[in-house]
């Protein structure tokens, strides 16, 4: 019976398509097409192909200010667009200046393309013919195209522009654009464009502490050098000598002389011997390596040097940029004596705290006291935004930075939450972010309670939201997931370093009773118990021994603990630390008693080259690197300094 129905299913099925397809087609008849005239020049511009968009255009000059796409762009919108740089100049050759303003479907002018597509060149190249004027853009209606125009500057990383645009038109600082966002806004979006949003390493941080930017250069021509110590030839300190003296006793007896000066003399050969052979494989080791590594590290310093002179000029400027938002900001307040959302500042503030942009927030802060005492999202001043998101740089500054502790630290917002029960929701965070393992950020979660716990009075610690809970029900309430991500991270660890401990104390145990060259059938001691280096491989395996079964012992006590939340703050941790500290010595000395028992066994008899040597410590320095990493970010995490209360550089005089 279903076979019998299926032509049917498939004649409706049919002539639903064809109903729908004709409805879209008198749906479509109304629609402006005349843009379809034009794809010859379309496929022209879009191609690069500056012979056949001449022609198009000798033959129709017309088309030149015409939209030749649906969405209303004109060929001078796709050359920007595709970076066509020789299109551009060939139809700008051929527009007038109320041309160059046309604007697209989304309200674009080829100017503001050039910024969306991160044309800077051709964009800096159609600024200064475009019709923009200081009465225009400082008119109601046209401060949106400014709006527009000078956040795709900053958007687009071109400050050049934007640093230009806001010296003309400060009033921008209060426009918004089509999308309803201000330049502080989208200055505070780019985490990348401050110092605090980038991390180097010493080397880099070196390299861009010696490079130089004029601040009279910024915006036009930059002069870079590399600062290197100015060291007057009176302060020089004369290179260090040292003196190497060999004592020989005073000999007496001439035979006695000789014999030692006999002596003297073959050691003396034997380390020339072999300091002449080091010298020439380091030397030749160093040829080659200098023929074929220096090339490549030359070019990646220079590339290093480009990439954050580049960084630093965009620091500069936008630091630059925000001065002078904060001084229209400034005397705006002055003149109005409002400071609801001037320019969008409040939810700018909001943004660079969540994204950890310190300068940002303490330049701003600076222009006048009362953002300090705003509210911001949700009825939020800055510290309780600062504890929110987890930005402890920004807390040191605003609270050590201001006389205002007590007050900032009494606010309550719309849930009647106080700034200790900021510590008990969960944000997203780009600090929490950057640490690994959930144990870790959880310690984290608990040392920022303990810190705001501490700057608080006890009325506010023992006081309910609206929905009655106090900041440490708060807290255990939200943290609950991350306390048991944290636990099976923990376990997950241990469990797995205890079966290598547990291997290290099997093997070192079981040397003891086969030890190299074996024993003395009469005596009953080890043959080679004579040698220095048998009592250094027995002393060895002791100390490796002794080693792995504390690190069995201290996973053993992390496995078994209760895991509640103040054991994450320290006991756990201070575990796994030793844990993990004493399961490497003890590999280590394994490593080293492994090499003894080999030297003790050959002799004199070198049947293993050195390389071999190598060879064997390859994995165990791979296990200790691989472990390091670990252990490194909870000694850090643990027992480095008080990260709230470091001693930090402000962004801003």
């Given at each position: 019976m ?12 049919e ?8 409805k879209?087609?008198a ?6 097409k ?18 056949a ?10 088309a030149?200010?015409?939209a030749i796409?649906?969405k ?6 796709i ?7 020789h ?5 700008v050759?051929?527009?007038s ?5 046309i ?5 674009y ?10 044309r800077?060149?051709?964009a ?9 004027n200081?009465d ?15 956040n795709?500057?900053?958007s ?6 934007a640093?230009h ?5 400060p ?7 089509d ?7 989208a200055l505070?979006?780019m ?6 949003g ?20 910024l ?7 590399l600062?290197?110590p100015n ?12 003196e ?39 030397w ?16 990646a ?48 503030i ?6 950890g942009i310190s300068?940002?927030?303490l330049?701003v802060?600076?222009?006048?006291p ?5 509210k911001?999202?949700n009825?939020?001043n800055?510290?309780?935004l600062?504890v929110?998101?987890?930005q402890?740089?920004?807390f040191?500054?605003i609270y ?13 917002d ?5 700034i ?9 965070s780009t600090?929490r972010?950057?640490?690994?393992g ?13 810190l ?6 006890s009325?506010?610690k ?6 009655g ?7 255990t309430?939200n ?17 797995s ?20 060259g074996?024993?003395?059938?009469t ?12 009592k250094i ?16 012992l ?13 054991d994450?703050?320290?006991v ?14 003890s590999?280590?000395?394994?490593m ?6 080999l ?17 064997i ?6 296990f ?12 850090k ?9 470091r001693?930090?550089?402000?962004g801003?005089?």
């Open positions: 279903a076979i019998g129905k299926r032509p049917q299913l498939i004649a409706f099925t002539k639903d398509h064809l109903m729908k397809t004709r879209k087609i749906d479509t008849g109304n629609i402006d005349s843009y379809l005239q034009y794809a010859d020049l379309y496929r022209a511009v879009h191609r690069g192909n500056l012979t968009t001449k022609d198009f255009l000798d033959y129709q000059p017309e030149v200010s015409k796409t649906n209303g762009q004109t060929a001078l919108h050359a920007v667009a595709t970076g066509h740089a299109i551009v100049r060939e139809l050759s051929r527009m200046t109320e041309d160059l303003g604007e697209d479907g989304d309200g002018t080829a100017l503001i393309t050039a910024l969306v597509y991160e800077s060149k051709l800096l190249y159609l600024y200064p013919l475009t019709s923009l200081h225009d853009l400082v008119l109601v209606e046209k401060r949106r195209q400014g709006a527009m125009l000078l795709r500057a900053i687009s990383r071109n400050l050049d522009l640093l645009l806001i010296r003309l038109y009033s921008l600082t209060h426009a918004l654009d999308r309803g966002e201000s330049p502080l806004l505070a979006s985490r990348n464009a401050f110092p605090s980038n991390r180097l390493v010493f080397w880099k941080q070196w390299i861009y502490n010696c490079i130089c930017i004029h601040p009279s250069a915006g036009t021509t930059i002069e870079t050098r600062n290197t060291v007057e030839s009176g302060n020089q300190s004369a290179p260090a000598t040292f190497t003296r060999l004592n020989i006793p005073n000999v007496e007896n001439g035979r006695q002389r000789n014999q030692v000066i006999t002596r003297i003399k073959s050691v003396t050969a034997v380390l020339l011997r072999h300091l002449i052979s080091v010298v020439l494989y380091l030749a080791g160093l040829i080659v390596a200098s023929l074929y590594y220096t090339p490549i590290l030359l070019a310093i220079v590339k290093a040097i480009v990439q954050l002179y580049a960084m630093k000029k965009l620091h500069k400027q936008s630091q630059k940029l925000l001065s002078f938002m904060c001084e229209e900001i400034s005397t705006s307040f002055i003149q109005t004596g409002q400071l609801e959302n001037i320019g969008g500042v409040c939810d700018a909001t943004l660079a705290i969540k994204n300068e940002f927030v330049k802060a600076r222009t006048h009362s953002f300090l005492e705003n911001y999202r009825s939020r800055i510290l309780m600062a929110l998101y987890r402890s740089e920004i040191s500054h050590h930075g201001f006389d205002m502790e007590n007050t900032l630290t009494s606010y309550g719309c849930n009647d939450d106080n200790l029960h900021m510590v008990g929701m969960i944000e997203d600090m972010n950057q640490i690994s959930a144990a870790l950020q959880m310690q984290r979660e608990l040392q920022w309670f303990k705001v716990e501490r700057i608080v009075n009325k506010i023992e006081s309910t939201n609206k929905n809970l106090t900041p440490r029900q708060l807290f309430k943290h609950e997931n991350m306390r048991e991500k944290g636990e099976k991270w923990m376990k997950g660890i241990a469990s370093s205890i079966v290598v401990a547990a291997l290290v104390v099997t093997i070192t145990f079981t040397i003891v009773f086969t030890i190299p074996g024993y003395n059938q005596t009953g001691f080890p043959i080679f118990y004579k040698k220095g280096k048998f491989f027995i002393v060895l395996d002791t100390m490796s021994l002794f080693l792995s079964s504390t690190s069995v201290k996973f053993l006590e992390v496995l078994t603990t209760r895991y509640t939340e103040e994450f703050l320290e756990l941790l201070k575990k796994m630390i030793l844990g993990f500290s004493t399961l490497m010595l590999f280590l000395t394994l080293i008693a492994f090499f003894c028992a030297d003790v066994m050959l002799g004199d008899e070198r049947y293993i080259p050195g390389s071999s040597y190598v060879y410590s390859i994995p165990v320095i791979y200790i690197r691989t472990q390091f990493c670990i252990l490194r970010n909870m000694i995490s643990t027992y480095s300094r008080d990260i709230f209360n001693k930090m550089k402000l801003f005089n």
